[in-house]
């Protein structure tokens, strides 16, 4: 150890500190404690169990995909489509006439019995498009909302008297809109249709009006195929 004319001790090289040696265990040049590392298989389940508790929370209340089963909505959703719905911060006062919404079916079925296991990866599955609902879910277009009076004359769609402009509609799809009501929907629910009116289960069969409380979301984007994907109109 050597000192210089002010008095401050600096050390010779054999002199450095042996947390610094090359024998020292657990910590850094920097005087900062290593970090352990896990073994790998510890890492990856870690991992695993990250990524789970995300899906769970996107799922639950931010987005949630979904795999489209009928022509219903067609030509605006074809079968296999999938898409994208907002969950998120939803209620009732955000839902617009025009909005494609999914929805609960109002006349679930009795659920068969699932392993815990099974449950959770089919839930899982549902969340990502790529399962369908043990409970068929539906996805329709809002075409009147709570309180107003919905009539179909000679294929042609009145709001409290109004006509509808329906742009998202073929020609087709116009001339088998039929005939309906005049019928209020009742306060907290919802009058749907497909955009495809000649093939499609909606409010003016047997389906009904839509309680607020079976929605799940808006379909807001068009994530599959490749070749259909964009905004939905």
Do not use: C
């Not at 298989?41 to 489209?68: C, M, S």
């Not at 998202?168 to 019928?183: F, I, M, R, S, V």
């Not at 497909?194 to 003016?204: H, K, L, M, P, V």
Request: aromatic residues 8%; proline residues 7%.
């Amino acid at each position: 150890m050597t000192s210089d004319d002010r008095g401050s001790t600096s050390l010779s090289a054999d002199e450095e500190p042996r947390s610094s040696r090359s024998g020292g265990e657990g910590v850094k040049k920097n005087g900062k404690p290593r970090r352990k590392q896990l073994p790998l298989w510890q890492e990856t389940i870690l991992l695993l169990g990250v990524a789970l508790i995300l899906a769970i929370v996107i799922k639950t209340f931010f987005v949630q995909a979904f795999y489209i089963p009928s022509e219903s909505m067609v030509p605006t959703l074809e079968v296999g489509d999938r898409v994208f719905v907002s969950k998120f911060m939803f209620d009732g006062g955000d839902i617009a006439r025009g909005d494609v919404i999914v929805f609960e079916n109002p006349n679930a079925a009795e659920l068969p019995d699932r392993s815990g296991i099974s449950s959770v990866l089919h839930w899982l599955g549902e969340g990502v498009g790529l399962a369908q609902p043990e409970n068929e879910d539906f996805i329709k277009r809002v075409i009147a909302l709570p309180g107003e009076t919905i009539e179909i004359r000679h294929d042609v769609v009145y709001i409290d008297g109004e006509p509808l402009d329906e742009p998202y509609l073929t020609q087709a799809a116009k001339d088998a809109t039929g005939e309906y009501g005049p019928k209020t929907v009742p306060d907290g629910e919802l009058f749907v249709m497909g955009d495809n009116r000649g093939n499609s289960a909606d409010s003016r069969y047997g389906l009904g009006t839509v309680p607020l409380d079976k929605v799940i979301g808006k379909a807001f984007v068009l994530i599959w195929p490749p070749s259909h994907i964009g905004g939905i109109g």
